[in-house]
């Protein structure tokens, strides 16, 4: 079951996320301004459909589950992890949707799972796609710093494919004992 919410809650305000140790969340940080990017509205309304029984358990707020399965992408870490960090990181709190900090565990690490299972592969390329839109509509076009740097960039390659620094580490070679001798 999923409660619809049927005026989906806007993102609060910076200022009025309450941090129990006072203080304030930066504008420039990047979960703030990915928070900004979803479109949640939207998010939610798709995610509502695939609840057709009335009955059950009612379902996490979609903004908590696709928020974590980011967190987890984003940061390449384990589901434990990830509700750990969510405790202990009041950005990453904000991003989800809460109202104020909390120290208390947001869901249990195997809920992970079932997000998993609900925002399928096609659900998060509908998401991933409505970001995207919604940033080429709200910029029209890369700013002019970005777009020097992609001209720089392409004109660089000249049809060559740069390989990354990290991925040309090598393993390095180990002694075999037909080549270590005594002295």
Known sequence: MYRKRYQPEPQIPLDEFYMSFGGRLSKSNRWVRLADMIPWDVVERRHAEQFKSPVGNPAYPVRVA???????????????????????????????????????????????????????????????????????RKNGRMN??????????????????????HCLWMHPAYPKASVIRMM
């Not at 900090?101 to 399928?120: A, E, G, H, K, W």
């Not at 002019?144 to 620094?165: D, F, L, N, V, W």
């Open 144 to 165: 002019p710093h970005q777009e020097k740097i992609h001209h720089r960039t392409m004109a660089s390659r000249k049809g060559r494919r740069r390989i990354p620094g």
């Open 66 to 136: 696709f928020g974590a399965l980011v967190i987890k992408e984003k940061l390449k870490i384990t589901d434990g992890e990830t509700v750990g960090r969510i405790r202990e990181n009041p950005y990453l709190q904000y991003f989800i949707g809460y109202k104020a900090c909390s120290d208390r565990q947001p869901f249990n690490s195997s809920t992970m799972v079932y997000f998993r299972i609900r925002l399928s592969a096609d659900i998060l390329k509908e998401i991933n796609a409505l970001i995207i839109e919604g940033r080429k």
